[in-house]
Nanobody
Framework: QVQLVESGGGLVQAGGSLRLSCVAS????????MGWFRQAPGKEREFVAA????????YYADSVKGRFTVSRDNAKSTVYLQMISLKPEDTAVYYC???????????????????WGQGTQVTVSS
């Protein structure tokens, strides 16, 4: 079992930046592929970014490529999402997710992840 807790969300103006954090507890963090997803009001959850277990290969949705950076610190059991040049359409609840199956890559679908955090709200004002 893995517990995930996100933080770092908030209100920011368009063009601003935020860094989200997700701390994991329960099992060896480095064994898990980590992903970030988001869900805006009235919309389906969508993939944002993923990072592999220890090689630190990353994968991004086209909508955030070049603006968001996912990273991880296995010693701190933490995955980060650095977001710059934020746009109002980035407004959503952001979730981190973990999956212990490293046999496939990239993992960009919610069903590929076993564990989820509670989410953190990001609001970008125009």
């Amino acid at each position: 079992q893995v517990q995930l807790v996100e933080s770092g969300g908030g209100l920011v103006q368009a063009g601003g930046s935020l860094r989200l954090s997700c701390v994991a507890s329960g099992r060896t963090f480095s064994r898990y592929v980590m992903g970030w997803f988001r869900q805006a009001p009235g919309k389906e959850r969508e993939f944002v970014a993923a990072i592999s277990r220890s090689i630190e290969t990353t994968y991004y949705a086209d909508s955030v490529k070049g603006r968001f950076t996912v990273s991880r610190d296995n010693a701190k059991s933490t995955v980060y999402l650095q977001m710059i040049s934020l746009k109002p359409e980035d407004t959503a609840v952001y979730y981190c997710a973990a999956d212990g199956d490293g046999s496939s890559w990239p993992k960009r679908h919610g069903y590929e992840y076993d564990y989820w955090g509670q989410g953190t709200q990001v609001t970008v004002s125009s």
